[in-house]
């Protein structure tokens, strides 16, 4: 310790000649370089390098050593009001959602308000006949994509087939005036079907309460929609990006392959079905039932439609001018099997059917929401945990087409969107709707430019429920079965499975772990493991950061990692470390022993071969953006320890943040000021002239 | 986009030249330097600085800027078992707890084995008489502090008094052989017994069930004791550092202040008093007994030895010397009092006293403890909260000390130490004792040695339970009140507050938060928004990390956040923006968002400054120490939309393992390798030519 002063003492006197040039900012140095850049026709452009001032003139060492060109600067301090404000700004308003709203009259800001919640009213103006050319074309596409996975999905989230209608014909509505997708298509998706059926049916029995059933579905959609806009609304959009990609992409090939395997009650035509959803019952169920529970005649029906559904996904994949034809596939095998099963009389051989279906739009079902007692808290509970994933799923959604399309969604908007349209849903007979990935690819691929096709789908479907549903009572089960499996097919990503295998093992843990929670527990406890295993890897970044030995790449003044560049060297006697992260109370004490096993490492290795003994022990603070108060005693204590060992701390480059703290916690004055640097390079040469008198 | 794919074209084929010169590892500028370092005369020190070879001859420009001495490093690629085993080991295992066992014969890793377990083996035999005269002197000094404090903490764990007591002898033994630490001084304390008390009372009624009550102190003690050891055994440690040091001030305070207000209970002499814990039921108990609750003897004993002790204490503060004063001050003044009591039958006057305190030393109670029934799931959640609180501060005394001192502390073995020595607590009539602070302070100043001053300070318990405590009948509840009150009040820590206010606002609101809710609501509730706060900052550190713009610091080849250094230039046409955190899915939203703002603004601006335009975006990725999924969809959608406003991405620095994962996602391809670069200073040269030609 008292070395190691005494030779940073020694320096001092000689320096007394560069400060007097200081003061008038006339450095030696600077100087040279100021000369070489006029010399130089474009300064904006003049890279002038530190040069070596040695190899110009050795005797001129020491003056080169103990002043550098820049010092750490300190950032101005800050009002206590401001810094605050610039925080809450920077957290909740960072898209300055006020932009277009400065500096307008007021008349204006009115206008700009309404058009904000409903952007309708902007582009409506510059709609055109092309673009209604366009949203027509896949408006009736897409509706007729929904109108056979509707059935389906209502089936999924154990209520009668016009309920899944119903949610296709208020909520894309809502949507269209509200939302700030072009391309989302809006109506009842597979997992969150069947994420509501398994949460509401383990509250109530879907077949013995019927009634209850469903009012309680309607209370929990209510209670989505309203954790939507809550959630917009509050700007805490951000939270729903805790679920990772990769815990999406598991939970939703999981629930894929859940729902997949619970079709196999309606296309293999067995009545004595399982109730739970994991794999293992299922399989059960299925094989228990081979004998005597399996029709022939509804396997024949499915697997014959499920082929062609599947062929023509395969036509739709392989030629990209002919996605219609996956899209229209449905839809005629509706038509098809129907008539079929119409003429043979086929219900009557044990083929099931869909037997009624109710007539007639949307009824109304304020009454209906349990807005007291026991079940408005299950409904909250299901309707939160419903509207969260509804949510991540649209958002994403919403987003990939967006950044395909090259315009801006506004996250906070298009949740407050999302939520009126489930609020209003909840009132008309509608279950939780959200943007399908299915159908929103469909939508975009037939042309569509405006969320004009969502009021084109919400009409043919209007169509629908007035005049036609009477003729799917003989559509079999069979087909929507297959329908469905055909749908969730596509939520199976394998291809980004494998990429997340090869970017981040830790990623694809998480991935595996929702996929299998799904398939052999439940999809709630998928959903479990999903979001514990995203908040893990978060905690594990911030408990145990990454830290590294520098070396200096050779002719330069760089110095990097030197795992990463093997011909980056050491320099002898100096021990450079680069912590990468924040140091905070989470992680400052496994900073502050983890340099300290470095430096033992290191001072052993320096041992055997016989080297001069660490001197100096460099942190290297570039990427430590924030310390707190836990993170500057870990740095006093690091001192301390140091200073027992007669090795010498020296801080390079810390940030705008960091240096303020050093200076408020008077840090900065205990290590002394003049062992914080501006580059690593900076620090270095400060020490070598100590460690060559030493040798 | 197109443009400036060109530009990048036309400077290909004139490189040709160069890379003849480069396989045969000669770049033109490396020769020079490789000259200039060979005149020098100490090759390691030589900072040669690349040069900038314009000054030389401007000919060379597009020499110059194709080629760079370094590329960005590709670490090998490493086997997944030996990744999987480094990160298992860099988390669990960081102070690489088998070093000592590596390379020793079998008999010797026995040995080894059984001392890492009980570390006396290893201490005791350097033992000397001069140490022991330290630790005799220490834990005699600790004794007489201790044994009034232990009976005042048992009544806040609504205990018998003699409960303390043994918590005092059972406890430090075990420790003494397990513990690391020299310094600590193992008993009860305040604030786990308040927060014992209080949590427990809220199970059983402590006047009531006097006997249930305490059979669930035991089994909370039990757990508490397997949570510590659990912890430690699984290396788990890191745990507890997620209660931030914030956090713990405010908390402890908050306890402090709570315990303090219960004291007026004793001190005032009031029989009828509130239950609840919070500030304003006790004061409302307080004042609504002032006029025929209080007791004027009482009131005069307890007001006077407190003024006695705080005046003690006030002696100790400022002369270091006579530390002791404060600490035999509390056994004087029960001894006084008792006598004057004794001698004055105040009793009868409604002082009230201790009146009984059970002879000899611990029972068994190992058929105590509730290992079936309901009462086992209340005791296991207040126990796993006792044993973390107790654990947080028995690590908080032991590093503070050890740093003092510069021995090292194992924080995972400490762990199981103290919940060994809780488990065997809870089976011979303890409940769960810890580390005090004030107590390992007056330890440490006493000149303690080694744990041995804590098997003194168990003998003279011993002691004192075996023919002592009938003396302590006649003790006043006064004086235990203002013993503890004086206690207590060392754990309110305006300093430090005031520090973690200078330093970190966010970590103030944390203290503060946990200070009130204690002192408003209860130690539970304190606790809780102490832990929410602490996760809360973590998650906002995650969420929003900081963005920066980088400018050219004037005369060097660095770049610098330009609102640290206001002097730091930006480059025309350039705009470099440094990503100050890990890209992540909890925040690769953001970032990408973040940097296409700072574009637009500074579009903005240099329309409004009439300068040309952006051309090229350089991001700073030295920080970025880790990407996964999402975060590389985040950078190819930040290349789509920048490629779609003409403006070129270019990366600068990127770490090991993110230059890894962009190589295994192929986004290195997409944008090309040749526009990731080692600096930003390589990166600006490589645009500067493209600029110029351009205007």
Request: positive net charge; hydrophobic residues 45%; contains cysteine.
């Amino acid at each position: 310790m008292k070395k190691s002063e005494d030779l940073f003492k020694q320096d001092l006197p000689s320096s007394k000649y560069n400060k007097s040039l200081q003061s008038l900012n006339l450095h030696p140095l600077s100087l040279i370089s100021d000369m070489a850049s006029q010399a130089h026709s474009n300064v904006e452009e003049g890279e002038t390098k530190e040069m070596d001032i040695r190899s110009l003139s050795s005797s001129h060492h020491s003056v080169y050593n103990t002043q550098y060109l820049h010092k750490v600067g300190v950032p101005p301090k800050q009002n206590l009001f401001r810094e605050f404000t610039a925080t809450v700004k920077e957290t909740f308003f960072h898209d300055d959602p006020l932009r277009p709203f400065k500096d307008q009259p007021r008349s204006r800001k009115f206008i700009l308000g309404i058009q904000a919640i409903f952007p309708i009213l902007e582009w409506a103006r510059g709609y055109s006949w092309r673009k209604f050319r366009g949203d027509l074309i896949a408006g009736l596409t897409i509706a007729s994509l929904c109108i056979p996975q509707d059935i389906g999905y209502a089936k999924l989230a154990n209520l009668d087939p016009q309920y899944g209608l119903y949610s296709s014909l208020v909520p894309p509505l809502i949507y269209a005036f509200m939302g700030s997708s072009r391309d989302i298509a809006i109506g009842p998706v597979a997992v969150v079907s069947l994420l509501l059926g398994t949460m509401l049916s383990s509250e109530i029995d879907p077949i013995k309460n019927k009634a209850e059933y469903r009012r309680l579905a309607f209370t929990a959609t209510f209670f989505a929609g309203i954790t939507q806009a809550t959630l917009g609304f509050l700007r805490l959009g951000f939270l729903i990006d805790f679920l990772s990609h990769a815990a999406i992409v598991g939970f939703m090939a999981g629930a894929a392959v859940t729902i997949a395997l619970q079709q196999l009650k309606g296309l293999l035509g067995i009545k004595d079905f399982t109730k739970k959803s994991d794999i293992i019952s299922v399989m059960n169920s299925v094989w228990g039932n081979v004998h005597h529970g399996w029709n022939w005649q509804t396997i024949l029906i499915g697997v014959s439609f499920l082929s062609f559904l599947l062929f023509a996904k395969y036509i739709g994949k392989t030629n990209r001018k002919l996605f219609w034809v996956p899209a229209i596939a449905p839809l005629i095998s509706v038509i098809l099997s129907t008539f079929f099963v119409y003429i043979t009389h086929a219900e009557k051989k044990g083929v099931q059917i869909v037997k009624q279906i109710e007539k007639g739009i949307n009824p109304s079902s304020v009454d209906q929401i349990y807005f007291s007692g026991d079940y408005l808290l299950k409904g909250l509970k299901i309707g939160v945990v419903a509207g969260m994933i509804a949510l991540t799923e649209a958002v994403a959604i919403g987003r990939t087409f967006a950044s395909k399309k090259d315009y801006q969604i506004n996250g906070n908007k298009e949740m407050v969107a999302l939520g009126a349209m489930n609020v209003v849903g909840s009132m008309t007979s509608c279950y939780v709707a959200t943007g399908s990935f299915s159908r929103s690819a469909v939508n975009y691929m037939a042309g569509c430019e405006t969320a004009v096709s969502n009021i084109i789908m919400s009409c043919v479907v209007f169509l629908t429920l007035e005049f036609i549903t009477p003729l799917f009572k003989y559509t079999p089960n069979a087909i929507l079965a297959s329908i469905i499996i055909s749908a969730v097919i596509g939520l199976i990503d394998v291809p980004a499975a494998i990429l997340i295998w090869k970017i981040d093992k830790f990623d694809f843990v998480a991935c595996l772990g929702a996929f299998l929670g799904v398939v052999f527990s439940s999809v709630e406890i998928g959903l479990l493991i999903a979001v514990t295993i995203s908040f893990a890897k978060i905690l594990l970044q911030v408990t145990r950061p990454r830290t590294a030995i520098l070396g200096k790449l050779p002719r330069t003044s760089v110095y990097r990692n030197i795992q990463q560049y093997p011909e980056a060297a050491k320099v002898p006697g100096l021990l450079i470390v680069r912590v990468d992260s924040a140091i905070y109370f989470s992680n400052s004490n496994y900073v502050k022993e983890r340099i300290l096993r470095w430096l033992m490492d290191e001072e052993e290795l320096v041992k055997a071969a016989c080297q001069p003994t660490i001197q100096f022990l460099i942190v290297e603070m570039s990427p430590v953006t924030d310390i707190d108060t836990s993170g500057i005693h870990a740095l006093e204590e690091l001192h301390r320890s140091l200073g027992k060992k007669g090795v010498q701390l020296i801080l390079a480059n810390p940030g705008p943040t960091v240096i303020d703290k050093l200076h408020a916690s008077d840090f900065a004055n205990l290590i002394a000021e003049d062992r914080i640097f501006l580059t690593v390079s900076d620090a270095v040469s400060s020490c070598s002239p100590k460690l060559v008198e030493e040798v």
